[in-house]
T-cell receptor
Framework: DAGVIQSPRHEVTEMGQEVTLRCKPI?????LFWYRQTMMRGLELLIY????????DSGMPEDRFSAKMPNASFSTLKIQPSEPRDSAVYFC???????????FGPGTRLTVL | KNQVEQSPQSLIILEGKNCTLQ??????????LRWYKQDTGRGPVSLTI?????NTKSNGRYTATLDADTKQSSLHITASQLSDSASYICVVTGTGGFKTIFGAGTRLFVKA
């Protein structure tokens, strides 16, 4: 298996633009997690899905952030409109169950100018 | 308030030496505790996962211990190698909704 796949790896955009990050989890994993990592705040859980259904989105910082999982092999995290403080590395992770080891993707480094 | 605190913030050791990283948490009720290794520019990789009933878990040269009574965990690295240079993150998950709290990490530098 190729592991968790994220795209793009790097994204540079201007304030106010829409940004869409993509994730393909490991096949067979029922849980998908979106994280954000910054120097100031470390790793933060934004939202997680179980069987494509959002379970807990309490970590989503604002209404500008939204996440979807239309099927078991694809998820998106959208920021609209983007702001400079959204600059961070966004990780996607998947696991078989909520308590099992989570496998992280390589991350998307987002820079909002 | 649920918290996870790691110490030290950073650590420099010589190749071949042992070291121990600490993690104290207040998450309750507790489900599991994980240690991750994160190389610069990469996603975290799981080293160990321990539940309430487990006291120790090993993964090669990495050994994690857990004292659920005192809410403390440690990660011991034996015979360090240059490739051990990374951030080590302690992650605690509570029950009921997988509420997950991340520690700030310990940055380990292994020097030749």
């Amino acid at each position: 298996d190729a592991g968790v796949i994220q795209s793009p790896r790097h994204e540079v955009t201007e304030m106010g633009q829409e940004v869409t990050l993509r994730c393909k989890p490991i096949s067979g994993h029922d849980y998908l997690f979106w994280y954000r990592q910054t120097m100031m705040r470390g790793l933060e859980l934004l939202i997680y899905f179980n069987n494509n259904v959002p379970i807990d989105d309490s970590g989503m910082p604002e209404d500008r952030f939204s996440a979807k999982m239309p099927n078991a092999s694809f998820s998106t995290l959208k920021i609209q409109p983007s702001e400079p403080r959204d600059s961070a590395v966004y990780f996607c992770a998947s696991s078989w169950t909520g308590y099992n080891e989570q496998f992280f993707g390589p991350g998307t480094r987002l820079t909002v100018l | 308030k649920n918290q996870v605190e790691q110490s030290p913030q950073s650590l420099i050791i010589l190749e071949g030496k042992n070291c121990t990283l600490q993690c104290n948490y207040t998450v309750s009720p507790f489900s599991n505790l994980r240690w991750y290794k994160q190389d610069t520019g990469r996603g975290p990789v799981s080293l160990t996962i321990m539940t309430f009933s487990e006291n120790t878990k090993s993964n090669g040269r990495y050994t994690a211990t857990l004292d659920a009574d005192t809410k403390q965990s440690s990660l011991h690295i034996t015979a360090s190698q240059l490739s051990d240079s990374a951030s080590y993150i302690c992650v605690v998950t509570g029950t009921g909704g997988f509420k997950t709290i991340f520690g700030a990490g310990t940055r380990l530098f292994v020097k030749a």
